[in-house]
């Protein structure tokens, strides 16, 4: 089992940045890959950036040059770097981790809103 607990989201204005962190527990050595989702009102959760056990980075086209994924092995945790962020980027935001290939959890989500 891992746990995964997320922090960050907010309120911010169209441009501004913020920072996700999520801090996975529990059976951490058996986690291959870690990223983040985002489901907006009334969409499915969509991809929006992920990181492997061994340094592989995907993004979404639609956050490539604007979001930035990284980690800090010594914290167990994963941070998701937003800068000039769109209305567009609202959504709840869901940490992820793949662990044993083949098991998926998820975290409890983080509201993340961007006025125009």
């Known amino acids: 089992q891992v746990q995964l607990v997320e922090s960050g989201g907010g309120l911010v204005q169209a441009g501004g940045s913020l920072r996700l962190s999520c801090a996975a527990s529990?059976?951490?050595?058996?986690?291959?890959?870690m990223g983040w989702y985002r489901q907006a009102p009334g969409k499915q959760r969509e991809l929006v950036a992920t990181?492997?056990?061994?340094?592989?980075?995907n993004y979404a086209d639609s956050v490539k040059g604007r979001f930035t994924i990284s980690r800090d092995n010594a914290k167990n945790t994963v941070y998701l770097q937003m800068n000039s962020l769109k209305p567009e980027d609202t959504a709840v935001y869901y940490c992820?981790?793949?662990?044993?290939?083949?098991?998926?959890?998820w975290g409890q989500g983080t509201q993340v809103t961007v006025s125009s």
């Open positions: 990181i492997t056990s061994r340094g592989t980075i």
């Open positions: 992820n981790s793949v662990a044993s290939y083949v098991n998926t959890y």
């Open positions: 529990g059976s951490i050595f058996s986690i291959n890959a």
